[in-house]
């Protein structure tokens, strides 16, 4: 499946901003299943430095500064790619998850040393009974790991209600657990953190979803939202599956991954600061448009 | 000869007559079998000889000296914690020489090695590949942040600065007990402690050969200065401190000074051009090499800890184009965390292929599995402490809690075993202490400092010991215990002199100083010259008002109108201006001392005296050591009297003396050893613009609406404007109204007057540093001008000249307009050269949905 994703954010000011310095995680990172077929991230006003690596987790970052007056900015990336469909799996036939986690804490595990940053707290996740309770419905000894895993998806997908006014960006995972509401972020912040807690290997992926309009609708361009889920170790064969909480579902060609990380503080899309500014508005749109 | 003093039974004449150290414990000083140790002779007879009083009055001096240079934790006082001064004992901590070279030998290799474990970790990873240490150790840290990988070094090297913690155990053997691997605090503190005391005891200093500290410094400066990216001859070096509010304040400004180096705070630096510049009323300056005071996580808020005020937003990107270094590297603060310890034998086989020179003290970290066993079987006799060290968390003593503590300790232990590390408790060597009964064994811990130089590390010969009576206090932080020791390493050899000034040989290139102060010590400097004038009119004005109060002839009209000043100036409640003064005058009388003294009253005389030391306090760097005393010594005598006094005025009127002639010495001081640099301008234009302000005040206050016998009432005035001795050499008894105004307004040779603040004010304006605008005249070059032109033009027998409605309007006029003005010009000076930047914010960030 093939898209163009062009997302676009805007800041504006009420009052001059002198100097700003942003980092931004807007770039799809190439994969096993994504094919990037052109990218590029526009600025507006034009930077007066910008610069582009790989951080540590191979995510492609760009930061740049705009260093003179300004009142606004405009950020788009558009990028086209190409997604093939996830390999199929029988679940039922994935490695026992309590095996996994102990070939890692013995490290016979071949991929334990790469894995292992992920098994550990993050700054917006904290490993805790509570999670463990809750996951242990799931995972009971030794169930196959996907077959939990997925499991353990449908529930966040059932028991916890999305709502876009329960949580901000800043809710804490243990509270968006309390309260069983919220949006992608949380559900994948309180999955990755049940995984965690009872010692598997899990990831938070950022990108975007393909949405379908309704049968008799058209497809509204700049409606589609970028979004986050999950990938959930499952030993060295397989490796790392996506897994969507919010929409129940294992990732395939509506998925489009920007970048991972331990959880969302890794990988949002724009962080920086700026001097000046006085009352500041966003707005950001994300259209995913399917390709011929 | 010296041992029989020491060691026979003692006579009631000698120090160390009490002396008993304890059973178990080994004693720096004395040997149990052969009596005093050899390297301690020099100083045990020079001590004697000197005699109990006299060691006590040279301490006792000592004290009131580093009372008086205001060597604290914390220089000012941050939420209502009084800042505890440096408590120095009288008795050096002596080392000789031989063991000495042991130290420094094991802790050179201790300081490789942690060099080596950050470039493992950061790198290549092999000791985790090896399972030499456990992934907790990186990826467990709560300080941890993946954007400290792949940062480039200072030529590779991570630890420039490292400090060692050591304790002596029973057996005589030297044991580490913790490291410092972020921004080692207490080099400053050593070097203090040690001019203090070789003056305090200058001939024992002499004869014991001790090795001097300064070595060390030039190392570190020629360390800093090779690892700068460019300009190595010379490349700009910044002490990056966290601020006043931060406990090593004091050390940050005192290092700066010694070493040369720029202070500067978070707000004094910028990110432009993927460069870090200094922010300076000259414009930005580029900086080359950071020398940080502060923790790593604080360094960059775009993309470390985003609450942090004290970082450098975009300081990451600029070390990865390595147009910058820091040291000590980020991230160095892995290998200060207790866990470390725990593998650090066999870290060291791995890594060196050599055993350690010097233990750590046993630790075991919980999360092993059989670690955990241990150490809660063995509970009571050991240390709990955390990890990672994360907050600075205190150890714990099992042994020593309640069975309910205790129980919830054990409880949190097994459920997060990872966080925890037990440690042996180690009794500590004593040492001679002085204490008020002659000199007492106790407890002692020494931190040692070592830089990296050349290829190696070079340890400060010396270092800050810490005393205490109990063993078990010294564990804690830099903080805890009773009292420091300066540390003495004997030398067997002559010592060299050696001095931090550049060699003779070598030619210093001549300069003038020039624009390169940074804006926020000029903003500080301007108020410190506000306050400290501000200070000196409130004291006059006040002195005025308690002499007319208990004066012969008492002038109600004339006190009248002094209140209404002083409520103007917010130094008094303005009731007393409404309310008839017959009846409020006794209270008025009770107040004024309350409200004089009154810290909470913004605009107290001490409250204003309280701002003036904060900021002499911040600005300590700039000012001289003579200067910072004079107002350090006011914030101490210029107390409330206390007892029967407290209401007596007159000796609120003596402190009022004292303090003007304390305020006039830090005048005097500013103007005769500053140089005439932008430093010294900003200083006189705060103190030139409050005092044009204050004597505006004070003449509308008094002579815009007259009272019917002005003569008192204008002596007053010439009293409060510290003028009548001129004025009586001009025109001797006669007192009237035009004449006062003329020397106090527009006579522009009279040092008291507005004209001549105003003269001076302008060509302060002139000399500043001007942008490309130059030609245009700026904003508070006009606003001066033209009430200097308002100030000429008047012609004083108009002001003067009273009209039928009772009043002076032209006077009104003229001073309506100071008043209205003399902010406005303060303000225009703050946002011209002093405001370079606002507080930085965050994007608000988002998710999708």
Same mark, same amino acid.
């Given at each position: 499946m093939r898209y163009k994703v062009t997302h676009t954010t805007k800041y504006g000011y009420s009052e001059p901003v002198g100097v700003c310095h942003n980092r931004v995680i807007l770039t799809p990172q190439a994969g096993?299943r994504l094919r990037v077929l052109s990218h590029r991230i526009v600025v507006r006003p034009t930077p007066q430095i910008t610069s582009r690596r790989n951080d540590f987790f191979g995510n492609s970052v760009q930061t740049f500064s705009i260093e003179e007056n300004h009142r606004q900015i405009t950020i788009t990336s558009t990028s086209r790619v190409e997604v093939d ?37 993050s700054p917006r ?37 999305y709502?876009t006014k329960?949580t901000t960006v800043n809710t804490?995972?243990? %509270? ?6 919220g949006v992608c972020q949380d559900f994948a912040h ?6 965690? %807690? ?5 990831r938070y992926v950022s990108g975007y979803l393909r949405t379908t309009p309704?049968?008799?609708k058209p497809r509204l361009v700049g409606a589609d939202e970028s979004h986050a889920w999950?990938a ?10 996506d897994?969507d909480?919010t929409n129940?579902?294992?990732c395939?060609t509506d998925h489009v991954p920007v970048a991972i990380g331990r959880d969302y503080s890794d990988v949002a899309p724009i962080k920086g600061v700026f001097l000046g500014g006085g009352a500041h508005t966003l707005s950001v749109s994300v259209d995913v448009a399917p390709e011929e | ?11 009631? @004449? ?35 000889? !000197? ?42 901590? =002596? ?19 942690? &060099? ?13 590949? #090896? ?14 942040y993946p954007a400290y990988h792949g940062l480039p ?76 990216p460019r ?33 500067a705070e978070g707000g004094d630096l910028a990110v432009r051009e993927n460069r870090v510049w200094l922010k300076t009323l000259g414009g930005l300056l580029p900086v080359e090499?950071l ?6 996580d604080d360094c960059d808020a775009v993309e470390l800890n985003p609450n942090s005020h004290t970082g450098v937003s975009g300081l990451l990107e600029v070390l990865r184009s390595s147009n910058v270094v820091i040291?000590?590297?980020l991230?160095?603060?892995? =290998? ?19 055993? !350690? @020179? ?8 919980? *999360?092993?599995?059989?670690?955990? #066993? ?5 509970? &009571? ?36 075993? #990872? ?5 042996? +408790? ?29 290829? *190696? ?61 940074p804006s926020r ?11 400290? #004038? ?31 000043? !002083? ?50 306090? $911040? ?14 010594? $006011?914030?101490?005598?210029?107390? @409330? ?112 007057? $507005? *004209?001549?603040?105003?003269?001076? $004010?302008? +060509? ?6 001007r942008g490309e605008h130059a030609?245009v005249?700026s904003p ?5 001008? +033209? ?37 406005? !010009?303060?303000?225009?000076?703050s946002s011209r050269f002093l405001i370079h930047a606002g507080l930085s914010r965050h994007y608000g960030s988002f998710s999708g949905e």
């Open positions: 096993p469909p996830a390999p199929t799996l029988e679940a039922a036939g994935t490695l026992p998850w309590n095996q996994i986690v102990k070939s890692l804490a013995d490290r016979t595990d071949p991929l334990w040393l790469e894995t292992c940053i992920y098994q550990f707290d996740i904290s490993r805790e009974a509570s999670f463990v309770d809750y996951a242990n419905v799931s995972f009971t000894p030794n169930r196959p790991v996907l077959e939990a895993a997925m499991h353990l998806t449908s529930r966040i997908k059932k028991e916890f209600t709502d329960a804490s995972t243990d %509270s968006a657990f309390a309260i069983k509401r309180v999955e990755i953190a049940c995984l965690r %807690s009872i010692g598997l290997p899990a309704p049968p008799d999950v959930v170790y499952c030993g060295p064969e397989i490796g790392w599956i897994l909480p129940d579902c294992l395939s | 000869m010296t041992e029989s003093v020491s060691i026979s039974p003692p006579s009631p @004449k000698t120090l160390l007559s009490g002396y008993q150290p304890l059973t178990g414990v080994y004693d720096e000083a004395f040997d149990p079998n052969s009596g005093l140790r050899p390297h301690w002779q020099t100083l045990i007879g020079e001590l004697n000889r !000197l005699g109990p009083d006299e060691v006590h009055r040279r301490w006792h001096l000592a004290q009131k000296q580093i009372a008086n240079d205001g060597i604290t934790f914390n220089p000012y006082d941050m939420g209502g914690v009084a800042s505890r001064p440096w408590m120095l004992d009288a008795v050096p901590l =002596v080392l000789p020489e031989l063991e000495w070279n042991g130290i420094t030998e094991s802790l050179g290799q201790r300081a490789r090695l942690f &060099d080596l474990i950050l470039r493992d970790l950061y790198g290549p990873q092999n000791l985790l590949r #090896e399972r030499i240490l456990p992934p907790d150790v990186l990826y467990g840290h709560p300080g941890f070094t200072p030529e590779g090297q991570y630890l420039t600065l490292y400090a060692a913690d050591l304790a002596r155990a029973p057996d005589g053997r030297w044991w580490v007990m913790g490291d410092r691997t972020r921004a080692p605090f207490g080099l400053g503190h050593s070097l203090e402690n040690r001019i203090t005391t070789s003056r305090m005891l200058p001939q024992a200093f002499r004869h014991c050969k001790i090795q001097r500290l300064a070595p060390f410094f030039v190392a570190m400066q020629e360390t800093l200065r090779d690892i700068a300009s190595r001859d010379n490349p700009r070096i910044v002490l990056w401190s966290k601020g006043p509010a931060s406990r090593a304040y004091f050390e940050d400004a005192y290092l700066a000074r010694y070493l040369g180096y720029t202070l090499v020398f940080r005071r502060l923790d790593e040291c000590n590297a991230g160095t603060r892995l =290998v200060e965390s207790p866990i470390v310890q725990a593998f650090l034998p066999s870290i060291s086989q791995f890594l060196l292929g050599e055993p !350690l @020179k010097m233990p750590s003290v046993a630790t075991w970290w919980c *999360g092993q599995p059989e670690a955990l #066993e241990y150490v809660l079987k063995n509970l &009571d006799s050991l240390v709990i402490r955390n990890a990672f060290r994360h907050q600075n968390e205190p150890p714990l003593h099992p042994g020593q809690m309640s069975d309910q503590k205790r129980a919830e300790l054990v409880t949190r232990l097994r459920a997060r075993p #990872e966080l925890f590390v037990g440690q042996e +408790s180690v009794v500590r060597s004593t040492a001679p202490a002085m204490t008020d009964e002659g000199i007492a064994p106790w407890h002692v811990a020494l931190r040692s400092f070592l830089i990296h130089h050349d290829d *190696g590390f070079v340890a400060l010969p010396g270092g800050l010991a810490r005393v205490s009576p109990e063993s078990d206090l010294l564990d804690f932080t830099m903080t805890s215990g009773e009292r420091s020791q300066d540390v003495w390493v004997c030398s067997e050899q002559p010592i060299e002199r050696v001095s931090l000034l550049a060699p003779p040989g070598e030619t210093v290139a001549l300069r003038r100083s020039g624009s390169d102060l010590v000029a903003d500080n400097l301007f108020w410190l010259g506000r306050q400290v #004038e501000r200070a000196e009119g409130n004291a006059r004005l006040l002195r005025t008002v308690l002499s007319t109060m208990t004066g012969e002839v008492q002038s109600t009209e004339v006190l009248q109108r002094l209140f209404r000043v !002083l409520a103007e100036q917010g130094q008094l409640d303005p009731d007393f201006v409404v309310e008839g003064l017959r009846t409020s005058l006794p209270a008025v009388e009770e107040v004024l001392p309350e409200a004089i003294f009154d810290p909470t009253r913004s605009r107290s005389l001490r409250a204003t005296l309280n701002e003036a030391a904060r900021l002499v306090s $911040i600005v300590r760097d700039r000012v001289s050591v003579d200067a910072w005393r004079v107002i350090h010594r $006011i914030d101490e005598d210029f107390q @409330k009297p206390t007892g029967r006094a407290a209401t007596d005025t007159s000796d609120v009127q003596n402190l009022l003396d004292q303090l003007l002639t304390e305020l006039l010495a830090f005048a005097g001081l500013a103007q005769e050893s500053m140089t005439r640099g932008q430093g010294w301008r900003f200083l006189d234009l705060g103190r030139r613009i409050e005092r044009a302000w204050q004597t505006s005040v004070l003449l509308r206050g008094t002579l815009a609406f007259p009272i019917e016998e002005e003569q008192p009432m204008l002596e007053t005035v010439l009293q409060t404007a510290d003028s009548i001795m001129t004025y009586r050499t001009r025109y001797l008894a006669t007192m009237q109204t035009a004449p006062v105004l003329d020397l106090l307004l527009v006579d522009e040779t009279n040092p008291r007057s $507005i *004209g001549y603040q105003l003269q001076v $004010i302008e +060509s302060h304006l002139e000399e500043l540093p030609a005249i508070e070059q006009r606003i001066a001008l +033209s009430l200097r032109n308002a100030v000429r033009l008047a012609v004083v027998t108009d002001l003067a000249r009273v009209e039928a409605s009772g009043n002076r309007p032209a006077l009104e006029r003229l001073l309506k307009q100071m008043d209205d003005r003399f902010p406005k !010009l303060s303000d225009a000076v």
